[in-house]
């Protein structure tokens, strides 16, 4: 009986380790960018400066997102190098990611104090270094907007 | 030491909450094994621990297959105590080793719920049965 319990319990939980049955990340679904593609993200994260490029890794942002141009390789977050959004809404989704998850994904995973620990430069800082990974183009590079300061709307319209 | 090793004679009722406590240790590792194949093991470190707690859950839980109910205490609380204290530093602001997470979703949950049952459960069947043993050796 002990014997056959102790089985059971190896069995299932040796299924369970080597990923049988267990399913697969959501970010494994979704499609990869070319090698033309990720090389023409390179040279556009190259041109941008490191602002961006270093609060990706500081803040973590790499433990969950993929961008191949980088070799960043998360998986519990939607890829960012195939995104199709403006810079402005990309900083939207960096301090209010609750307001429009990924269909597919933990809705409550990503923290939600971005906002709070990066100033208002930081977040258009790294919301335009992922949109140079991702293939558009962001409205101004962080240094021109850097003196405008705190305090602008985070919605839809609020630059200005 | 020898105890620790030792087959150990249990109440039915502290072998029961014994039991319960390794289902919860069981529910826990599988979730991480879940979590692990479902984006974890990209995370560096916290992949891989995830991984481990799968494995150690499953010992743990063997060991009370195997009537080794002092080693299981001692496992159920080596495994789960850490996992539970791991998931409060990743909710900080400070983050597990830069690892941070916003909120408790139903995984998290699932995990926080069967490990703190487990603890909880590990315990009273542990005192209970250190209870028992030192009625039994004054007798």
């Given amino acids: 009986m002990r014997l056959a319990l102790a ?4 069995l299932v ?31 556009r994260i190259a041109a941008l400066g490191p602002q961006g490029r270093r609060l990706f890794a500081d803040e973590g942002c790499d433990r969950c997102h993929s961008i191949a141009a980088i070799d960043a390789d998360g998986k519990l977050g939607p890829r960012l190098d195939i995104l199709d959004e403006d810079a402005e809404d990309i900083a939207e989704s960096i301090v209010d990611p609750r307001d429009d998850t990924a269909d597919g994904y933990p809705e409550r995973l990503m923290p939600t104090d971005y906002g709070q620990r990066m100033n208002d ?5 790294l919301a335009a270094f992922v949109t140079a990974a991702s293939g558009g183009e962001a409205e101004e590079d962080d240094d021109s907007r850097r003196g405008r300061g705190r305090g602008r709307g985070r919605g839809h319209g609020g630059e200005g | 030491m020898r105890r620790l090793l030792e087959p150990a004679r249990l109440d039915p009722l502290v072998l029961a909450a014994l039991a319960l ?3 919860c240790v069981l529910v826990a590792g599988l979730q991480h094994a879940r979590l692990y194949h479902r984006g974890y093991a990209e995370v ?8 481990l707690n799968a494995i150690g859950s499953t ?14 205490v001692l496992g159920a609380l ?9 998931i409060a530093i990743s909710h900080s602001s400070s983050g597990f080793l830069g690892f941070r997470e916003g909120g408790y979703d139903a995984d ?3 995990i926080v719920v069967a490990e703190v049952a487990a603890v909880l459960l590990a315990l009273a069947g542990g005192g209970a049965a250190a209870a028992a043993a030192r009625a039994r050796s004054h007798a």
């Fill in chain 1, 121 to 125: 430069a930081e977040v258009r800082a």
């Fill in chain 2, 59 to 72: 010992a743990v839980v063997l060991t009370l297959i195997l009537r080794r109910a002092w080693l299981f």
């Fill in chain 1, 7 to 10: 089985a059971l319990v190896v």
């Fill in chain 2, 21 to 23: 406590a390794a289902a």
């Fill in chain 2, 108 to 110: 998290a949950m699932i």
């Fill in chain 2, 78 to 86: 080596s495994v789960c105590v850490p996992s539970l204290v791991s």
């Fill in chain 2, 44 to 51: 560096q470190i916290v992949g891989a621990l995830f991984f």
């Fill in chain 1, 13 to 43: 939980m040796g299924c369970a380790i080597a990923g049988v049955g267990m399913g697969e990340a959501p970010a494994e679904r979704e499609p990869t960018p070319t090698q033309a593609q990720t090389a023409a993200a390179a040279q």
